[in-house]
């Protein structure tokens, strides 16, 4: 099993649309997660943090799932500026060893 | 602008040849970390260093690749012997510490072997 795994999509939503992504981690005893957005050829930007008690930034809210070790990314009234790839990042315990997922390739249409 | 700086922003090189990459962080981060990118592929972890102690290398890693950060503020990736392989978005990204873990990039060396 990977340590963190994302649906690589690409997910294709109409403007307006909600959109949600999750992403699982293997190490249970893992305790900062992120979300961070790259546009094409562009370096990954910090999204937003997720906490345990979830955590919403306008049309964005992550939340945290450590029972089925997942967390998720919804966003709602898709923009198609929203249009990127979203990375799930995992810190595991004891290290500083940032784990990347794959990413989701979200696409907003007009 | 104050954010993560690398240089060059692009290098094309031959097989064979040794190159190096340079990273300034952000002033007092004292967390720098050295990731590889490969298309449809999340960053992927080199090495990391607090201050300028190197604390985690890459089992990946061979013993082509060294890193320093001499004097705890700008790093330095060092490629010899250059592969096909090697070709990828060379990402460094800094860190405040001391309970802050965000992770802030720089635009990338983009390498290309030829």
């Known amino acids: 099993r990977k340590e963190v795994e994302q649906d690589p999509g690409p997910f294709n939503v109409p403007e307006g649309a909600t959109v949600a992504f999750n992403c699982t981690y293997s190490?249970?005893?893992?305790?900062?997660f992120f979300w961070y957005r790259q546009d094409c050829r562009k370096e990954p930007k910090l999204l937003m943090s997720?906490?345990?008690s979830g955590n919403e930034d306008g049309r964005f809210t992550a939340q945290l799932n450590r029972a089925s070790q997942y967390i998720s990314l919804l966003i709602r009234d898709s923009k198609l500026s929203d249009s990127a790839t979203y990375l799930c990042?995992?810190?595991?315990?004891?290290?500083?060893?940032?784990?990347f997922g794959t990413g989701t390739r979200l696409k907003v249409l007009a | 602008d104050t954010g993560v700086s690398q240089d060059p922003r692009h290098k094309i090189t031959k097989r064979g040849q040794n190159v190096t990459f340079r990273c300034d962080p952000i002033?007092?981060?004292?967390?720098l970390y050295w990731y590889r990118q490969t298309l449809g592929q999340g960053p992927e972890f080199l090495t990391y260093?607090?201050?300028?102690?190197?604390?985690?290398k890459s089992r990946l890693l061979s013993d082509r690749f060294s890193a320093e950060r001499p004097k705890g503020s700008f790093s330095t990736l060092e490629i010899q012997r250059t592969e096909q392989g090697d070709s990828a978005m060379y990402l460094c990204?800094?860190?405040?510490?001391?309970?802050?873990?965000?992770?802030?990039f720089g635009s990338g060396t983009q390498l290309s072997v030829l």
């Open positions: 990042v995992v810190l595991p315990p004891g290290t500083y060893k940032y784990i």
């Open positions: 997720v906490y345990s």
């Open positions: 002033s007092e981060h004292n967390r």
């Open positions: 260093f607090q201050n300028e102690a190197q604390l985690e």
């Open positions: 190490n249970s005893a893992s305790q900062s």
């Open positions: 990204a800094s860190s405040p510490g001391a309970g802050d873990e965000k992770l802030f």
